[in-house]
């Protein structure tokens, strides 16, 4: 068995502005082909592929046309998650066409009961549809509050992938995971691998010593001369993840957190993105091949033996 790990996971939705509110009536999948074709050019270079999979695409008629002929031409290389949209999944506690507010678009702001029903619904959905009761977990916008780790443990998951470190969303309500560094944890009994995040820069001793412990940039950030050192060496946050990011800084951060001691890595990127215009990543064709390009640039450069599904059967 490899020392080292890499998953990719695709948080497998529907299509919808992202910024134009949340409400159940966003549900279209329509790339479902362009998603196939993207996988396949993966598959080809090596690829295993984890889809978090959420309610609007498993109840659509393109995205079970989807899972059917992936499930037939990769048994092997494919598994399936949850993803939680709680907007999209039933118990709907609002009309279609209502947006709710953005706080309750994490599911880990719902009330107990409220989320473990959803999430309920969707395992059973995504059993119903894929054949196989989900294990794996990512919720939706990386929402996971007090109650969630338990519900998991309850409806028997056992690997949670929604922490990502370093990033903060209480600004709208949502998680902050400020505190959080990249080591795996557990928590209810639910084993939490990181949606790898961190920073890199100019010297990799610095960029290692910013990813074992979050207070060590927040000591920086607190007076101008520590701002400006950052910026001289060129100190940035990055996600594993080619929507926005480029092979070369994917790489510094994977080669950093490997250094750190980060054994598991996952690789994450939206569904959506795989057609033009239907994410915030493909908005025009010049972001669009930039993200195909480096989506594969990156995952060439990754070892065959080293990418590996969540649950590794080896
Ligand atoms: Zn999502």
Redesign the pocket.
């Known amino acids: 068995m490899n020392e080292v790990k890499l998953s990719i996971v695709i ?1 497998t ?1 529907e299509e919808f502005d992202w910024s134009g509110g949340f409400s159940a009536k966003n549900n279209q999948v329509t790339h479902a082909k362009e998603l196939f074709a993207m996988c396949e050019d993966m598959f080809a270079i090596g690829c295993k592929i984890t889809f978090a999979l ?1 309610y609007a695409f498993v109840d659509s008629e393109q995205g079970q046309w989807f899972i059917e002929r992936i499930k037939k031409q990769y048994p092997n290389d494919i598994e399936f998650a949850a ?1 939680l ?1 709680p907007w999209v999944t039933p118990p709907l506690q609002h009309e279609d066409n209502e947006f709710i507010e953005e706080r309750l678009s994490y599911p880990g702001n719902l009330s107990r009961e409220i989320e473990y029903n959803k999430l309920s619904v969707l395992t059973e959905k995504i059993t119903e549809v894929t054949g196989v009761r989900p294990v794996v977990y990512l919720a ?2 990386y929402g996971v509050g007090q109650n969630t780790h338990e519900i998991l443990s309850s409806l028997g998951y056992s690997i949670d992938l929604s922490i990502t470190p370093f990033t903060d969303y209480s600004y709208q309500d949502g998680p902050d995971f400020s505190d959080y560094d990249n080591l795996p944890q557990t928590i209810s009994g639910v084993t939490c691998l990181t949606h790898n995040a961190g920073y890199i820069s100019r010297l990799d001793g610095f960029s290692d010593w910013l990813n074992v412990a979050p207070q060590n940039l927040q000591r920086f950030n607190k007076n101008i001369f520590g701002k400006v050192l950052l910026k001289l060496l060129g100190v940035q946050r990055v996600r594993l993840s080619a929507e926005g990011f480029s092979p070369k800084q994917m790489d510094l951060l994977f080669q950093s957190l490997s250094r750190v001691g980060v054994k598991h890595f996952i690789y994450s990127f ?1 569904s959506s993105t795989s057609k033009l215009n239907c994410s915030p990543y493909s908005k025009n064709e010049k972001t669009h091949t930039h993200f195909l390009t480096n989506n594969l640039a990156f995952l060439k450069s990754i070892p065959n033996s080293v990418k590996s599904l969540v649950i590794d059967e080896s």
Request: hydrophobic residues 0%; glycine residues 12%; proline residues 0%.
């Open positions: 948080h939705e959420d993803h949209h939706g916008r939206h």
